[in-house]
């Protein structure tokens, strides 16, 4: 489990894209950290973050939630302007090549199996470490280009990316209680 410090640096405003998936849980863990948590639902809740995180859900669903809310031309913008973003699980499928195309990657669905062959599992996660993973119906990453970095991976599928200021997680780590890569996204640097 991470540790719970404060953010010395001041109040950062990190915004959790709340259309669908467990927003409320990556909220939490802000809060504990000392950065004020806002949820986006629509472009103009964008406006002023520090930082932003997709949360996991389901990726069909989240698709139709970010066309019908005219989001996917702002987060692209959000992203490529250098500001911080972490994406949980299915937020890897929608920061992908075939969906948002923030991430030079491919991914699959469903790819350790259906929600029956969910499991936990101990990852060595470059830059942080050890850590406890969760993960539900989760994707992989099937093809990366030159640009991303695979931080983990799960008998021999990357499950952990970067790509410049997107780092992408397979797992869900609120969920295991960990706080490490909210930690790390409140320690990037963006533009505000």
């Not at 709340?18 to 103009?44: C, D, M, Y």
């Not at 702002?74 to 500001?83: D, F, H, Q, V």
């Not at 991430?103 to 199996?113: M, P, Y």
Request: hydrophobic share 45%; with cysteine; aromatic share 4%.
């Amino acid at each position: 489990m991470g540790k719970t410090t404060a953010d010395t640096r001041g109040s950062r405003i990190v915004g959790v894209l709340a259309l669908q998936g467990g927003f409320e849980a990556h909220e939490k863990i802000l809060r504990s950290l000392g950065a004020e948590a806002r949820e986006v639902r629509v472009p103009a809740d964008l406006e002023g973050l520090d930082a932003l995180i997709i949360p996991g859900g389901e990726s069909t669903v989240m698709t139709l939630g970010i066309e019908r809310e005219g989001m996917a031309e702002p987060l692209r913008a959000l992203a490529s302007k250098g500001t911080p973003v972490l994406g949980t699980c299915a937020a890897m499928i929608m920061l992908d090549r075939d969906h948002l195309g923030v991430l030079d990657i491919g991914t699959e669905r469903n790819a350790f199996g259906r929600q029956l062959r969910s499991f936990e599992a101990e990852l060595e996660l470059d830059g942080i470490g050890p850590l406890h993973a969760v993960f539900i119906r989760a994707p992989w990453v099937t093809e990366h280009g030159d640009g991303v970095d695979v931080l983990a991976r799960v008998d021999g599928h990357a499950v952990a990316v970067r790509q410049g200021n997107v780092v992408a997680v397979a797992f869900h780590p609120e969920l295991a209680g960990e706080t490490r890569l909210h930690e790390r996204l409140l320690g990037m640097n963006g533009s505000r």
